[in-house]
């Protein structure tokens, strides 16, 4: 077997020679608004441009990663275990699999992503576990992501999957067909499945600030494209949302505790549910 296939880490057309820290990078933005240490100066600084506009932009972070971790657990406690979880970002513990597996250790995670860094770090973050891989492709390019050796050699299509598209879509410009490459990721998929999505949203903040916000990621390497409501919705066509809670800001989803009637908690940009397959 060739180191490639040891390591379980799988490239797709990137090197990591081609780390761009010559501009911000949205998942290396997202690791600063949790706190995380993997990121560049110029990821801080238009980081810390966009909580200027947006100061519950690190709220907003958490809170979307606390959706993640319970979206997880309640696909695994529908049955489901294997996953694909597109959009990875960089390694935050506890990673998907990890909360998986504290339900059933024999969950198989297979990790998408476009950043070479995160693929420098899923060796170590991971998928040194095993039943775990990590496949370096885009999400602009569904099919190439559901034939990738990454996938292919750990999930089994014939049963339930849980594709995992959190706080990734709004980085696919609607000229890039986003609905389209949601339908071509999930119409492989057999009945049962799940889909686990967030997206942040047009509908809370001040249009003057938004675009400003639009402005700074305009300038990274995926500029942001925030939807209503009712576009978001769309994505989970041919999809039953598990209602309650239906389609929600991250902290409503399912929370694990009465959430505080905090107005910056009600305020969130974000939209997240989980849809079964019909």
């Known amino acids: 077997m060739s180191d490639e296939g040891r390591t379980g880490v799988h490239s797709a057309g990137f090197t ?37 506009l947006l100061p519950d932009i690190r709220t907003a972070a958490r809170e979307n990663r606390g959706f993640l971790r319970r979206a997880t657990r309640a696909v695994v406690g529908r049955g489901i275990r294997q996953i ?15 909360v998986a597996r504290a339900t059933d250790p024999d969950v198989r995670v297979a990790y998408v992503d476009n950043d070479p860094i995160v693929s420098t770090y899923a060796g ?7 039943n775990a891989e990590f496949a370096l492709a885009d999400l602009r390019d569904p099919a190439s992501i559901l034939a990738h050796p990454a996938v292919t050699e750990l999930i089994d299509l014939g049963r339930p999957v849980a594709l995992m598209l959190v706080a990734i ?50 300038e990274a390497t995926a500029a942001l494209t925030l939807r209503p409501r009712a576009r978001v919705l769309e ?14 800001q991250p902290p409503f989803w399912q929370p694990e505790r009465p959430v505080p009637e905090d107005p910056v908690l009600h305020g969130l940009g974000f939209y997240c549910g989980v849809g079964v397959k019909r």
């Open 169 to 218: 879509l709004h980085f696919i410009d609607d000229a890039d067909d986003p609905a389209g490459i949601v339908a071509a990721l999930t119409e492989p998929l057999p009945p049962g499945s799940c889909l686990v999505l967030s997206h942040g949203t047009s509908d809370f903040h001040d249009p003057g600030r938004l675009r400003a916000v639009s402005d700074v990621y305009r």
């Open 84 to 98: 694909i979880d597109i959009g990875t970002g960089i390694p935050t513990s506890p990673n998907t699999h990890e």
């Open 16 to 52: 990591a020679e081609q780390i761009d820290t010559g501009r911000p990078h949205p998942a290396r933005m997202y690791d600063y608004y949790l706190g995380g240490q993997d990121n560049y100066e110029v990821d801080r600084a238009a980081a810390e441009r966009v909580i200027e």
């Open 124 to 130: 170590a973050k991971l998928i040194n576990d095993g």
């Open 235 to 248: 994505f989970f066509d041919g999809f039953d949302l598990i209602d309650p809670p239906g389609l929600v």
